[in-house]
DNA sequence: TAGATTGTTAATCGATTAACAATC
DNA sequence: TAGATTGTTAATCGATTAACAATC
């Protein structure tokens, strides 16, 4: 279970074999192997074990993996039990959607405040972009989750308040990628919308070749 | 602008390169270079001009891209006129927050229906899971859009009713890979999610670091 | 002609796969 | 001992980068 230096390739596929693993330990199962893990991805038995070499405390070879242990390592790893404070910035409906995820109840992220120029009725502290640096030190939040932009300044303030990482899903992505790489903090960019288009895309050029 | 075999991280990248050439449709910008593209992005400018060299007749050496012709050719070859028809499946509050998603008027999809258990107020034909494939017919959809995870069976049901691509945000993806891989159709599983809990853990190991 | 920029080729890098060794 | 399975190394593949050629 020693640490080793995750690309980040890897690192992303390790919270799928987590909820994997929970579903196994919810039916009962104690006992799998990397085939059986594999199955449930897009990956293969072999990139499986190579990605859970870290935990090899968990497995036996001729045996397999021990569920409930290597369930429990890797929500350790992925730190699912150090609640993370994070702020939510955006509009209302979509905060209220995300807010109701699970992931903020099971996983590990607690939401402390949104900021936002709504009114809400989210049961949370609301601040505005202007004081969101303030509001951030004031609850002691260290991610910001991003629905709506946020303009460099506001953003390079909130990150001297005290925030360590930044998820967004906004269109606009050059933002958080100079004043993050700048600070040298941790980010994710996730364009959903995207995905839709290359699929649409896909679909078409599947239909033309019939 | 001639065809070339787009690998899937190509093709993912595309959909950036419109919104952000659309951008600059839109402040009256009409020539720019590849650097002016990669400022926008995580992406190089060399990997830019690898990217749209299926589209160099928007280009040329020592000028650049003649912005509105390539937003129109990326266009066209994303299939954003091309109106696909969708059906959304899941829960009511999410499938109404992404109804109001801007792609779904200006993007080239138009959603025909939903498939929901809940009472929905969406301005939309809606369906049961039971009843999923007749309705693809009579809609004439050719996309599915799963917020909440369908059966193997129908799932299999809808792409014999017409469906040609799927896209998944569910936490469950072996139905979808099992089924769309058989069928040879284009698919998307996306994981918003685990982007986050893969952020804190990499926040948790910068931490720690210190 | 000089400067700017795309286009292209070769080199590098990283990730995945395949084969098999090690071990329970 | 035999079978199952992880662990590991080498080979392959694909994507990115760097250097520079071509051209406007």
């Known amino acids: 279970m020693s640490e080793s230096a995750d690309s980040q390739k890897r690192l992303q596929r390790l919270p799928q074999y987590y909820r994997i693993l929970k579903n196994f330990v919810q039916n009962g199962i104690f006992r799998c192997n990397s085939a059986q893990i594999a199955a449930h991805t897009a990956y293969s038995a072999v990139a499986v074990r190579r990605d859970l070499q870290p935990f090899a405390g968990c497995a036996k070879q001729g045996y397999g993996y021990h569920v409930k242990q290597l369930y429990t390592a890797l929500g350790t790893y992925l730190g699912v039990r150090d609640q993370f404070r994070a702020v ?4 209302t409906a979509p905060l209220a959607l995300l807010a109701d995820h699970p992931l903020f109840s099971v996983h590990g992220i607690r939401l402390c405040g949104v900021c936002t120029t709504d009114d809400t009725t989210l049961p949370l502290p609301k601040t505005s972009a202007d004081d969101l640096a303030q509001s951030i030190v004031r609850w002691d939040a260290s991610l910001l989750i ?38 040298a903090i941790p980010y994710r960019i996730l364009h959903p919308m995207d995905a839709l288009m290359a699929l649409c895309c896909e679909c078409k050029q599947a239909q033309v070749e019939q």
């Open 88 to 91: 939510l910035v955006g509009h």
């Open 146 to 183: 991003l629905l709506s932009p946020l303009e460099k300044e506001q953003l390079k303030s909130a990150i001297d308040a005290g925030i360590v990482g930044v998820y967004s899903l906004c269109e606009e992505e050059e933002a958080v990628l100079d004043v993050c790489r700048a600070a």
